[in-house]
């Protein structure tokens, strides 16, 4: 069972920026496409953004696109979500997830029905 493990959350002004860690410590992650999703009290689980385990290619909400990066290091085994001009409407909890291999269907990246393996979740929160 892949297991996964967000860090870098925390309290950050609007405008501010903070960067958002997802790690295995036990599993290779390059052959798996990692996606970042978020969820505000009262709301249902978006898609933020994902990487490709292909190609490498990238994917992002309209409303975080422009602001948010996200990356991957597979020398640490690691898949980062850069977040920077953050906003109230950011806040919430941010999960990283991961399927084996990759989508042909570029619309499946943002939807956390096609992920198999979550993590915890790590609190995110813009306020002034």
């Known amino acids: 069972q892949l297991h996964l493990v967000e860090s870098g959350g925390g309290l950050v002004q609007p405008g501010g920026s903070l960067r958002l860690s997802c790690a295995s410590s036990?599993?290779?992650?390059?052959?798996?496409?990692i996606g970042w999703f978020r969820q505000a009290p009262g709301k249902e689980r978006e898609g933020v953004s994902s990487?490709?385990?292909?190609?490498?290619?990238?994917y992002y909400s309209e409303s975080v696109k422009g602001r948010f990066t996200i990356s991957r290091d597979n020398a640490k085994n690691t898949i980062y979500l850069q977040m920077n001009s953050l906003k109230a409407d950011d806040t919430g909890v941010y999960y990283c997830?991961?399927?084996?291999?990759?989508?042909?269907?570029?619309?499946?990246?943002?939807?956390?029905?096609?992920?198999?393996?979550w993590g915890q979740g790590t609190q995110v929160t813009v306020s002034s």
């Open positions: 997830a991961a399927v084996l291999g990759f989508f042909t269907d570029e619309a499946r990246y943002l939807r956390n029905q096609d992920y198999d393996y």
């Open positions: 990487i490709s385990m292909h190609d490498g290619s990238t």
């Open positions: 036990r599993f290779n992650l390059d052959p798996y496409s």
